[in-house]
């Protein structure tokens, strides 16, 4: 005669299910706090840094910003013309333009005129390979202004919002420049080169004095 489980061992079993169960959906809303609580605070560090760090580095490594244009609508943006560089750590072109900044950034030295490089990763890259490699770029070539590393999604979802405008085929391409208006617009989804001054410089300007 096989055995028979009591009442009581039955119950026993039932409860300690039901507590096993009842954690599961906590721990899920706790871990989901804490990611939010984390990125709240990577927010705001990030926040501080712009504010008051006139060369900034940012590596958002955690996604704390969800679109491209929840990063440009901060503070340090506001009623500034931004010049925005998609570039690659591998690109040649890429790093070739960057000795025309010098004369770019002089032109418009008493202006209120933000440069914005942007690179991308991907998440099968080494981040600590990739990290390095994109850090002593920056430092050699001093790409002074702020320096944003944003996941490649964030890109392709970028162009993708903007398809109507810009194809969207534009966002596997660099070197490729934006021009952004003082009340966060992209008025030029390709704008100049540095290499190409004064066309470049009068571009910035009529977007200053409108």
Not at 32 to 57: F, M, T, V, Y
Not at 134 to 146: C, D, N, P, Q, S
Not at 193 to 210: F, G
Request: glycine share 2%; charged share 30%.
């Amino acid at each position: 005669m096989k055995n028979i489980p009591s009442l009581s061992t039955l119950i026993i079993c039932l409860c300690f299910t039901q507590a096993c169960n009842s954690k599961l959906p906590n721990q899920s809303i706790d871990q989901e706090q804490k990611e939010k609580n984390h990125k709240q605070e990577r927010l705001k560090a990030i926040k501080n840094k712009l504010l008051s760090d006139q060369n900034c580095i940012i590596y958002d490594s955690t996604q704390v910003f969800n679109s491209l244009e929840d990063f440009l609508k901060l503070e340090r943006f506001v009623g500034k013309v931004v010049y925005l560089d998609f570039w690659g750590t591998g690109c040649k072109p890429c790093i070739k333009e960057f000795a025309y900044l010098p004369d770019l950034k002089k032109k418009f030295k008493n202006e209120p005129v933000e440069y914005v490089y942007v690179t991308t990763y991907r998440k099968k890259e080494s981040d600590s390979f990739y990290s390095k490699t994109w850090r002593a770029l920056i430092e050699k070539h001093k790409l002074t202004g702020v320096n944003l590393r944003i996941s490649n999604d964030a890109k392709l979802r970028f162009y993708e919002r903007h398809r109507n405008i810009v194809d969207p085929e534009w966002a596997h391409i660099v070197p490729v420049y934006l021009l952004i208006n003082k009340e966060g617009t992209v008025i030029n989804y390709v704008a100049p080169r540095p290499s190409s001054k004064e066309i470049l410089y009068a571009e910035i300007q009529e977007m200053l004095v409108n």
